[in-house]
């Protein structure tokens, strides 16, 4: 009677265990532009020190920059492959928060929360002070 019981239990716990992994947001994303529909970037997110942060690896055809023009401090002119644009993102419940992304188009920092939409699919949001003031771009995970 206990391997009745023992057998079920043992693949229910490995079947979410399975969903967990599923649900990392380390690996490589394609951004798909909120405002004109068109593939711009891929990033790859990874981890370090407990947060994680992006780094833009490849431009796509529909990237209209290559250098951050618009950009402060020291990205001013940086090319944008190779730029951290998103970090200090920390897991909070299901999603990740209290982060900071780059706009590379306008220079433009603002705070970022990120949730799955599925396993293969990121709501990235950013926006200033409150969340209800933002936008959101959705990523898909480059397989």
Same mark, same amino acid.
């Given at each position: /009677? !206990?391997?009745? %019981?023992?057998?079920?239990? &043992?693949? &229910?716990?490995?079947?979410?265990?399975?969903?967990?992994?599923?649900?990392?947001?380390?690996?490589?994303? +394609?951004?798909?532009?909120?405002?004109?529909?068109?593939? !711009?970037?891929?990033?790859?997110?990874?981890?370090?020190?407990? +947060?994680?942060?992006?780094?833009?690896?490849?431009?796509?055809?529909?990237?209209?920059?290559?250098?951050?023009?618009?950009? +402060?401090?020291?990205?001013?002119?940086?090319?944008?492959?190779? /730029?951290?644009?998103?970090? @200090?993102?920390?897991? %909070?419940? +299901?999603?990740?928060?209290?982060?900071?992304?780059?706009?590379?188009?306008?220079?433009? %920092?603002? @705070?970022?929360?990120?949730?799955?939409?599925?396993?293969?699919?990121?709501?990235?949001?950013?926006? /200033?002070?409150?969340?209800?003031?933002?936008?959101?771009?959705?990523?898909?995970?480059? !397989?």
């Amino acid at each position: /009677m !206990k391997g009745k %019981v023992l057998i079920p239990t &043992l693949l &229910l716990l490995f079947i979410g265990s399975l969903s967990i992994q599923a649900q990392s947001i380390k690996g490589i994303w +394609k951004t798909i532009d909120d405002t004109d529909g068109r593939e !711009k970037s891929h990033i790859e997110i990874y981890e370090e020190n407990g +947060k994680y942060r992006g780094k833009v690896i490849k431009l796509l055809p529909g990237a209209t920059a290559t250098h951050c023009s618009a950009c +402060k401090g020291n990205n001013k002119n940086k090319p944008i492959t190779g /730029m951290i644009i998103l970090w @200090d993102l920390e897991p %909070v419940g +299901k999603s990740f928060d209290n982060g900071t992304i780059l706009d590379p188009k306008t220079g433009k %920092v603002y @705070d970022c929360k990120v949730s799955f939409q599925t396993p293969d699919k990121l709501d990235v949001r950013g926006y /200033m002070g409150l969340s209800l003031l933002g936008r959101t771009q959705t990523w898909y995970r480059v !397989k």
